[in-house]
Every structure is written in C-alpha cells, then in structure tokens.
C-alpha cells in the first residue's frame, strides 16, 4: 500500500478544532501497524548478550543487555540490523526482570489479558484501574524489551548510565560527561558486526530526556527518536516550578542511589565498580539535603547547571516522536518540546494522553483510542530506520486527549482558533463550593464587586490530584479526592466558579492567573488549581501551577502574550538575581502560569479556579522559604481598578 493510499485511511473523523479530518486511531493504516506486531515473527527467539562491555574515552567502562535476533535454537541470526538504543539509570537487572515476568510462559499472558480486562471504572475503585491497564497499552514493552520489534529485524541494547547498575565511573545526572558517553555508545554500536550503522534511541523518562540530548547533538548513525515523557525544562517542570520544589525528586534520586548498588553477577571488575561507588555512594543526595534544608545549594535557582542539562531541541534533525500526558511530573513538556523541534509535520508527531508518569499508554488500543505505544513504535522506526512506507508519517501529527471530552487529532497544539480570554474573578457567591473557605464567581466581564479573600495554610490539597501527578500516579489507586474529585482539597482553598456552560467549549493551550494579592510574611505560596465542576458538583483537576511571591519577576522577552497584550505564559527567571522583596501588608500583582493543557468543558458544567497557600507534596518551599511564610494568612483583594482575572484559551461559546 502506497502513502498516498494510506492517507484517507487515516484520517476518516474529524476532530473538533483541527480544521481537517484526522483519526486518532490511525485507521485502517493502524490496523496494519497492529497486525505486524500480531503476525508471525520474522525470527522466533531472541539471543540475549548480558554484561557486554563498551569502554568509554575516560576509562570508565558500561555494561548493556545486547538483544539480537535468533533462529530456532536460539543462536544469533549473522546479519546487520537496524539497532536501538535505550540509556538507563535504572538498573538493566530491574528492567530484565520486568521483561522476564512478561515472556514467561502462562504467567506473562496471563498478566497481559489481566491487564486488558480489568477495569474497575465507574466504581469507587477506578483509580486501580488507571495504572493496571498500562501493560495492555504496550509502555511495559517500551520500559522493558520490545521483544516484538527484536524478533522482526532489530537489535535493542540497554545500557546502564555511568555508576548505575553495573557500570562503572560515577553517575553524571544528565551532565556533560554521561551526554557524551551516550554518543560514544551510538559510536560503539554502529562498529559492531550486527549493525547496519542505523540507530534509533527510545525510552521513558530519563531515557527520553537522554535521547532527545543525544538527537540535539546530531550523531551519525542516529536516525530517530521515540521518547515518552521526556522533559524540557527540568528547573521549571519539577524541580523547582514556580521558585517551590517537590517530593519527587528527593524520592527519586534515592531510588537510583538504591538501584545502582545492585551490581549483575558476571564478568565485572568489582574492585573498580566498588571504588567508584565509594567514591559517590548517594550521588547529590546530600547536596540536594543541604539545599532543601538551607539553601544552600544553588541548584534551588535556574543557574547555569540546568543550560546543561536541558537539551536543545531547535537543533534535533532525526524524526522524533513524543508522548507526554497532562498530569505527567513533568506537564506541559512533551508540547512544548514539539513545538520547538524545527522538523516538518510527520516528521515530528505529539500525542498526549490524560495520564501520570507512572501509567503512560493507558487504554492504548482501545476502540477510539491511538494505537498501543509498541506498536506505535514499531511503526516509526520501521519507517525510519528501515525506510517503509507505512504512512506513520501521515498520523497525528498531533493526538490529544481532551480532558473531559474524547480523542481528537489535530494539526497543531495549541488549537489556532483557540481565543485567550479573560474570565475575571467576583466576590458574587458562585453557590456552587459552600465546602471552601470562600466561594466567589468567575465571569467574562468585571462586575465591580470588592472583596478580600483570605485564607491560611492547610493540608487539605494532599488530598488532591497534584498528590497523585508528584507520586508518578501511585495514589491514583486510592480514588476519590487522589484522582477526580477535588472537593476534599477545596476545603483549604478560595474557589471562583463560572455559571454554566451552555455548550461544549474546548481549552487549549497555556493559562496565566493575574492576581492582586497582599501577603503578611517576607514570603508566601500561591498554588493554584483549575478544575472542571460537574453538573453533580464534582470538581476534577485540570492542570496548576504556583509560585512563591518572591519569585515573581517577569522575563518579558522570554513570556507569551495574547493579542490585547496579556500574559498567556509568564515567564520566571527563578533566578537568585531576580527575587523580589515582599512588602507585607501591601497589595502587589502576580501573574502564575498554568501547565498547558486541552480540555472539553462540556454543556452543563463548569469552570473553576481554586487559589491555596500550600500544596505539598506537589509544591515544597526550601526549608528557609517555609520559614519565612511564618504560617501566615494570605489575602486575595478584588478590586475594580485592578482587576484579578484568568486567561484562558477558548475555543467555542460557553454562554457564562
């Protein structure tokens, strides 16, 4: 089949806003993809190489899981082969194991249609569901082996990180020395007998972030890119969004301080493996103590560290696929890496789910739903490390759930027809949240009213969706208040709601509060969360951000703008440089970016914003900026000559 033929197979509905007709499903063109992976492989076993020694420039020396075709008996097929690359901190023992679990006989099936039958939603329980069915979407064959795409004519290799698992040196996170290890593996890889000299790089996470690092530097051999929940701006995405860090990354440095002390049993060089773990035994967890404890760590900060980390992604020229979700640790990034890729439409594609980090892929496959993540995979790299016409290129290019609505495919994210508009915040009782500390009314026009809202730290929002975005997802399996529910958490918040809509209107794109506030200590967070209300009063998280008042100061250069000159994406240096001194009991103005986002809100619901003053675990102020919130009451003011006001990206008429 033709490219040409593949195109109307792919896109046979149209999705709302796109301005043309596109299937997130993939269509026909899809059910082919699907059916490679379901036919009879090409090679029946695969021949597992473990511990393979790849030397690196400095001495260090990495070990990797070399995965190869295989006939009958097992032995490896002669013959060179498209290869990809997947660089992990996470320990290859863990990742071997998880594929293990999934190829032994009776059990691995067994946990596959586990995985595709369970389904516990519409009941108290449907969290459960959110992170059981991640195998039947396919990310568990993209966290572990694709042993798929193996058996049809690719080598995979998994490497440990430098000082993880079991190599040695000691563990770069993210930095120049590991960026360049990953080159010289590209390098090591494309010498070796069964590569053809193609390579692609996949992976989640961390091996995402790596890949897209490896892509911007433009290695030969590297050919394309398929990264899942890759991040962009680490500093602002989770390490310190808004000036707040969070739980997570303490939780996750320890977990890989764990991982790499389990060495594979083998040909190792303990003396020298041994050395090197002494040498950094909990690899920045005693810098990242010292500055959550007391500053003193400038990594608190946007410093130059970070310009290291954060991969430049104008300069990726391999095809790139992305997957992100919205309430991923890391929001709004796989979007926003989209969009600045300087690739042709099909070149890049963008699909978003309404997941965590922890569960990617969820539903995958499903009527209505794209194709599963190995299949969507297979696809790509068929197309571009073995050249198929498979149409791959004509999916997308961007697939989204809409939170609240359906799969749609668009041409572009944000929507273009999506219009910023302000929805200003009243003192008018709403009469739709008598369960906050205060119940205001968001509308399309100022009303005049005055009011002063105030409220006082709490911990009710760990009861809350951001909770369970931090965790990765683990909480989901809690339900309630942890995944669609936000009345719990609204409890210690201010609310202002829109009256109904009278229509299905779409939101799409990045959001800015603009508030007049007065604090009552050298420093305050502001967390905010916007919510969809349903006609039962539910109140289901769309996206939040927060800022710590300090940290206020606006890069205009850096910052987007809707047409009539408001900010739609404020952007915060979170420099040391640019803090602000709080003048307390004194109005000042913020403007707090939202996590981007698309969502349906649909005829008789509402829209809702909810302003706390602490959102832990989510967002954890630096001990010393704890401090200096002395456990104060902040204040909201509304005041007709400087209005307080959402903007927002609509794309219909909702009647409010």
């Not at 690359?85 to 594929?99: A, E, F």
Request: hydrophobic share 40%.
């Amino acid at each position: 089949m033709t490219a040409a033929q593949l195109r109307p197979l792919l896109r046979p509905g149209r999705a709302p806003g796109s301005g043309s007709e596109r299937d997130p499903s993939g269509g026909t063109a899809a059910q082919r993809w699907r059916a490679l992976i379901d036919e009879h492989p090409l090679h029946p076993k695969i021949a597992i190489s473990k511990n393979v020694r790849i030397p690196m420039s400095d001495g260090a020396v990495l070990r990797a899981y070399v995965f190869r075709p295989a006939d009958a008996s097992g032995r490896a097929v002669h013959a060179e082969f498209p290869t990809v690359l997947n660089i992990t901190p996470y320990n290859k023992l863990l990742i071997k194991g998880i594929d293990s679990v999934l190829d032994t006989p009776v059990l691995g099936p067994l946990i596959r249609k586990f995985s595709a039958s369970f389904d516990l939603r519409g009941t108290p329980f449907d969290g459960i569901t959110e992170m059981t069915r991640v195998v039947a979407g396919g990310a568990a064959d993209l966290m572990s082996v694709n042993r798929h795409l193996v058996r049809s004519g690719y080598v995979q290799i998994i490497v440990d990180v430098r000082g993880t698992g079991s190599s040695t040196g000691t563990w770069d996170v993210l930095g120049t020395r590991e960026q360049l290890d990953s080159l010289e593996i590209i390098e090591w890889a494309r010498a070796q007998r069964w590569c053809n000299g193609r390579i692609g790089m996949a992976g989640i996470s961390y091996s995402a972030i790596n890949a897209l690092q490896s892509a911007s530097k433009r290695p030969a051999g590297l050919e394309a890119v398929f990264a899942v929940e890759g991040s962009v701006d680490i500093v602002r995405e989770i390490f310190a969004t808004g000036g707040a860090p969070s739980l997570f990354i303490p939780l996750w440095l320890t977990a890989v301080n764990a991982l790499k002390w389990v060495p594979s049993l083998g040909d190792l060089e303990y003396s020298r493996w041994l050395r090197d773990r002494l040498r950094s035994p909990a690899t920045d967890l005693l810098d990242l103590a010292r500055g959550f404890i007391t500053g003193g760590d400038p990594r608190i900060y946007d410093v130059d560290y970070y310009d290291t980390i954060n991969a430049t992604i104008e300069e990726i020229t391999a095809p790139t696929f992305l997957y992100g979700c919205w309430h991923d640790i890391f929001g709004g990034s796989a979007p926003d890496i989209y969009n600045r890729l300087s690739l042709p439409r099909g070149d890049k594609q963008l699909l978003v789910g309404d997941g965590y980090h922890g569960n990617p892929g969820i539903g995958f496959g499903e009527p209505g739903f794209p194709p599963r993540l190995d299949v969507l995979e297979r696809a790509w790299f068929d197309k571009w490390l073995r050249d198929e016409d498979n149409g791959i290129e004509h999916y997308g290019p961007v697939t989204l759930r809409q939170q609240g609505g359906q799969w749609t495919a668009h041409g572009r994210f944000p929507a273009p027809q999506a219009q910023p508009t302000r929805l200003y915040l009243s003192a008018a009782t709403s009469g739709t949240a008598s369960h906050a500390v205060d119940d205001g009314s968001l509308g399309t026009s100022p009303d005049g009213t005055r009011g002063e809202f105030t409220v006082r730290p709490s911990l009710w929002s760990v009861i809350s969706r951001d909770t369970t975005q931090v965790l990765a997802g683990i909480p989901a399996i809690l339900g309630g208040g942890f995944t669609y529910d936000n009345r719990t958490a609204e409890r210690g918040a201010l609310t202002f709601t829109t009256p109904v809509a009278h229509s299905d209107t779409v939101i799409s794109g990045p959001m800015n509060l603009h508030l007049r506030v007065v604090c009552h200590a050298p420093e305050a967070l502001w967390a905010i969360m916007l919510c969809d209300v349903d006609p039962h009063g539910r109140s289901t998280v769309l996206t939040n951000g927060a800022l710590l008042t300090t940290r206020r100061a606006v890069d205009d250069e850096l910052s987007l703008y809707a047409p009539n000159g408001d900010y739609t994406r404020p952007h915060h240096p979170l420099t040391s440089a640019t803090l602000l001194p709080v003048p307390i009991g004194r109005p000042l103005t913020l403007d707090i970016d939202l996590l981007t986002t698309e969502a349906m809100i649909a005829a008789g619901h509402r829209l809702r914003v909810d302003v706390f003053p602490t959102d832990a675990p989510r967002f954890m102020p630096i001990l010393p900026d704890l401090l200096r919130t002395r456990g104060r009451r902040q204040d909201l003011i509304l005041d007709p000559e400087h209005p307080s006001f959402l903007v927002v990206p609509l794309l219909g008429e909702p009647g409010w």
